[in-house]
T-cell receptor, first 110, second 114 residues
Framework: QKEVEQNSGPLSVPEGAIASLNCTYS??????FFWYRQYSGKSPELIMF????GDKEDGRFTAQLNKASQYVSLLIRDSQPSDSATYLC??????????FGKGTRLSVIA | EAQVTQNPRYLITVTGKKLTVTCSQN?????MSWYRQDPGLGLRQIYY???????DKGDVPEGYKVSRKEKRNFPLILESPSPNQTSLYFC?????????????FGAGSRLTVL
C-alpha cells in the first residue's frame, strides 16, 4: 500500500516566521512530489512540485526532497495569516494516480 | 479561462435516488479523476481515466460509476446513494509537466445523502 504521511497539526507559527511542513512516503518508486494548499471548504491548489533531490524555490516557498530518506518538506518564509490553510503532500510516479497525505493544518498567528 | 467545472456544487438527496455529478474541463487534458474528501481521511481517489473510454478504479470505487465518452467530460454516477457517501467530492484533470502529473481541481461538490 502506497502511503504518504503527514503530521496533522495544527502547526502554529507567528507572522513573519518560517513554517516547516514535512511529509514522508512509503513507495521508493515515487518520482514526483507535490504540495497543495487547501483553504477550508475550497479545492486544493497546487503550490509547487519537485522531482529532483535538493531544493526548489518559488517566491516564499521552498520544497525540499530527499529520496534516500523518502522525505519531502515545504518551507514557507515570512509566513502571513493568509497562509493559514491545510497543506497536502502528494506523490506519484509517471502517470499513476497521486497518493495524498491527510494534510497538515497550518495556523499563522498575527 | 482554464478550469474544471463541477455541478451541482451542493446537493441533498435521499437514499437510493440515483444522481450524477458532472465534471467538465476545457484544457484538453487526457487524465481526469474523482476524489472524495472526508474529515480525518483526507483525499481518496474514487476513479480515474487516462483517456476517452479508458477508466480504472481508485482506492474507494464501491458504490460509484464513471464514464468517459468525451475527452472533456467525466461524470460521476451514484446509482443508489447511501448515507456513507455523504462527502465532499472533487473532480480533477491533469497533464504531464516535466514528468510530473499536475492536477487541477474543480471547486467541489458537497453531497448529503439522507
Amino acid at each position: 500500500q502506497k502511503e504518504v504521511e503527514q503530521n496533522s497539526g495544527p502547526l502554529s507559527v507567528p507572522e513573519g516566521a518560517i513554517a516547516s511542513l514535512n511529509c514522508t512516503y512509503s513507495d521508493r518508486g515515487s518520482q514526483s512530489f507535490f504540495w497543495y494548499r487547501q483553504y477550508s471548504g475550497k479545492s486544493p491548489e497546487l503550490i509547487m512540485f519537485i522531482y529532483s533531490n535538493g531544493d526548489k524555490e518559488d517566491g516564499r516557498f521552498t520544497a525540499q526532497l530527499n529520496k534516500a530518506s523518502q522525505y519531502v518538506s515545504l518551507l514557507i518564509r515570512d509566513s502571513q495569516p493568509s497562509d493559514s490553510a491545510t497543506y497536502l503532500c502528494a506523490a506519484n510516479s509517471g502517470n499513476t494516480p497521486l497518493v495524498f497525505g491527510k494534510g497538515t493544518r497550518l495556523s499563522v498567528i498575527a | 479561462e482554464a478550469q474544471v467545472t463541477q455541478n451541482p456544487r451542493y446537493l441533498i438527496t435521499v437514499t437510493g435516488k440515483k444522481l450524477t455529478v458532472t465534471c467538465s474541463q476545457n484544457m484538453n487534458h487526457e487524465y481526469m479523476s474523482w476524489y472524495r474528501q472526508d474529515p480525518g481521511l483526507g483525499l481518496r481517489q474514487i476513479y480515474y481515466s487516462m483517456n476517452v473510454e479508458v477508466t480504472d478504479k481508485g482506492d474507494v470505487p464501491e458504490g460509484y460509476k464513471v464514464s468517459r465518452k468525451e475527452k472533456r467530460n467525466f461524470p460521476l454516477i451514484l446509482e443508489s446513494p447511501s448515507p456513507n457517501q455523504t462527502s465532499l467530492y472533487f473532480c480533477a484533470s491533469s497533464f504531464l509537466l516535466g514528468g510530473a502529473n499536475v492536477l487541477t481541481f474543480g471547486a467541489g461538490s458537497r453531497l448529503t445523502v439522507l
